[in-house]
Nanobody, 120 residues
């Protein structure tokens, strides 16, 4: 089993910043990609940003220029620095980790989510 522990969500005013963290542990042999998704009320879950083990990144258009994803491979941890937050960024943010378990099978794990509310 893989456990993902997310932290860093909360209430922030428009224009403010938050930093999300997600630490993965458990039966992990290798991690290929770590990412953040979000789901706003009444909407489908969508990709925010993803980073590969080699450091390549991909961002949703809505995140480009404002959010930065990074990872600490030694700690199996991924971060999402969110700046210039807007009310439309309000959502539950989910961490996702893809790779392989120690017993060989493919791994596609999700965190429980952390709520981000951008409001004045």
């Amino acid at each position: 089993q893989v456990q993902l522990v997310e932290s860093g969500g909360g209430l922030v005013q428009p224009g403010g910043s938050l930093r999300l963290s997600c630490a993965a542990s458990g039966s992990i042999f290798s991690i290929n990609a770590m990412g953040w998704y979000r789901q706003a009320p009444g909407k489908e879950r969508e990709l925010v940003a993803v980073i590969t083990s080699g450091g390549s990144t991909n961002y949703a258009d809505s995140a480009k220029g404002r959010f930065t994803i990074s990872r600490d491979n030694a700690k199996n941890t991924v971060y999402l620095q969110m700046n210039s937050l807007k009310p439309e960024d309000t959502a539950v943010y989910y961490c996702n980790v893809k790779g392989r378990h120690t017993f060989g099978s493919a791994m596609d794990a999700w965190g429980k989510g952390t709520l981000v509310i951008v409001s004045s």
